[in-house]
């Protein structure tokens, strides 16, 4: 079931009195906090979408925000259009200034990627080499929870005693608040597909498997 931020609200004034149900300013703040709390404590399937970035040719690193500077975590990376689009490998970042920062690396299509710095809160994306030609490369990412998007989760209850808890406050009158909103935020991760920041494992390139074939006519031909 999904809540709107009015229904969430109604929620919180059912467990206050008259005089701290009016107090509106005071809620609205509280409902950011725990928005933001939740936000370092979920990455919720809803909140999985794409932007697509035009980059230059020359080009070395982007930063990248998303769609009006949403971008949480990247999970995804693809350079190129139509079916020359491939998916850039995430190279960890030890390893890709031991194997791929060569400042004097040939322009060409990048193949890796890493995140090494960034700026004003958004991750620049470093490819291995220079791009030859100017592309379109696509970000997959999930969004940033706000008060406007939290609609898009699936739990409305944890958004209730959370927002009470910082209205209350964490460590007083608001502590037994606080202790279901975290409970409920583990119910929401174990209802949810939830997918860590650790990136997935590849398998076999469409590339890799051609060749394949390739091997293993040329062995049976000569069998």
Known sequence: ???????????????????????????????SLCVDDLSMKLQSV?????????????TR??????????????????????S?????????????????????ATADEPTYYTILTSSEGHPTIKFDVPTS???TMRVYYFAELTKETMTKIRSGSALVNGTLAY?????????????????????MRASDNFRTKKHFEYGTSREDIVINNIKWNLRDKRS
């Open 167 to 187: 209205f209350l406050g964490t460590a007083g009158e608001g502590a037994g608040y606080y202790e279901r909103f975290k409970e409920g935020v583990k119910q």
């Open 133 to 135: 030609a100017a592309d």
């Open 84 to 104: 020359d689009q491939k998916l850039l490998e995430y190279v960890d970042q030890i390893m890709f200034l031991k194997q791929y920062d060569d400042p004097s």
């Open 61 to 82: 690193t982007q930063t990248v925000s998303g769609d009006g500077g949403d971008l949480q975590y990247i999970y995804a990376v693809k350079f190129g259009t139509g």
């Open 46 to 58: 809803g909140m999985m979408t794409y932007k697509d970035e035009t980059v230059a040719i020359s």
């Open 1 to 31: 079931m999904q809540f709107s931020k009015e229904t969430i609200l109604s929620g919180v004034k059912m467990a206050l009195s008259p005089a701290a149900r009016s107090r509106r300013n005071d809620l609205d703040m509280a409902m």
